[in-house]
T-cell receptor, first 113, second 114 residues
């Protein structure tokens, strides 16, 4: 089954404790992206990657890092989480930069206390 | 910059009622337009899309027409069902030197009651 998976689905952590949210897709997609969803703000892009070892900032990259060492994986790293990063995070992928249809993972709900 | 504005919810309708969710956009160039749906506890799924002016996207009884003259992409369905209860997002494509992504509206929550 074609899908985007994220882990963990739920995470409660404390300020400053490094964490990684994993994202994996099994569709051989080139393009992957991370979004955060906040009430009243909709979805905002954090980082994106057009292919292996090619990443770039989205609209709200501060406080986040990403890496793309393999085509299927695109982890989101919070080196020192803060409460304002409490949010619902979605990973998405699409075939390539010319394919606008994005496939979304189920989401990761992160709470930073 | 490019942006999407959609009507605020929540929208509550009775089963078999007619649905319209308004969406207007601001963009330079000619973006593609999308409607995504998010069912409770799930990620977003593409519902329909239109890539140029006057195109009509349709899926599962939902329709939306790309209107360049009014910069709109309103979502419609003739007869909603309880299973259509979800959050609906209008979005446009953005492809520029600064990034490649979808710009989403804030979402409209729809609740359909039996």
């Amino acid at each position: 089954e074609a899908q985007v998976t994220q882990n963990p689905r739920y995470l409660i952590t404390v300020t400053g404790k490094k964490l990684t949210v994993t994202c994996s897709q099994n569709m051989n997609h080139e393009y992957m992206s991370w979004y955060r969803q906040d009430p009243g703000l909709g979805l905002r892009q954090i980082y994106y990657s057009m292919n292996v070892e090619v990443t770039d900032k989205g609209d709200v990259p501060e406080g986040y890092k990403v890496s793309r060492k393999e085509k299927r994986n695109f982890p989101l790293i919070l080196e020192s989480p803060s409460p304002n990063q409490t949010s619902l995070y979605f990973c998405a992928s699409s075939l390539d930069r010319d394919s606008y249809e994005q496939y979304f993972g189920p989401g990761t709900r992160l709470t930073v206390t | 910059g490019d942006s999407v504005t959609q009507m605020e919810g929540p929208v509550t309708l009775s089963e078999e009622a007619f649905l319209t969710i308004n969406c207007t956009y601001t963009a330079t160039g000619y973006p593609s337009l999308f409607w995504y749906v998010q069912y409770p506890g799930e990620g977003l799924q593409l519902l329909l899309k239109a890539t140029k002016a006057d195109d009509k996207g349709s899926n599962k009884g939902f329709e939306a027409t790309y209107r360049k003259e009014t910069t709109s992409f309103h979502l419609e369905k003739g007869s909603v069902q309880v299973s259509d209860s979800a959050v609906y997002f209008c979005a446009l494509s953005r492809n520029s030197n600064s990034g490649y992504a979808l710009n989403f509206g804030k979402g409209t929550s729809l609740l359909v009651t039996p």
